[in-house]
């Protein structure tokens, strides 16, 4: 079983797999490179609940609408 990473919140600037990052941006690390994010005063926890993923169109329910009457 692969483990869940941990989500964490930047509270400086960087830099994670080729990618930069600003402050508050929320990136998910394996644990070891949280545990050093940490450490380094680089990113504290992401305490808030995931986003919902936005809703498709095959998401939503049929619009249902009344023809006139010729």
């Known amino acids: 079983m692969t483990p869940q990473p941990t989500r964490l919140v930047l509270t400086r600037p960087h830099t994670h797999a080729g990618k930069s990052y600003g402050i508050g941006a929320r990136i998910e690390v394996d644990d070891d490179t949280a545990e050093w994010l940490l450490a380094h005063d680089i990113a504290t926890r992401d305490t808030t609940t ?18 006139p009457k010729p």
Request: charged share 40%; hydrophobic share 20%; aromatic share 0%.
């Open 50 to 67: 995931p986003a919902k993923p936005a809703r498709t169109e095959t998401d939503l329910p049929p619009i249902q609408r009344k023809e």
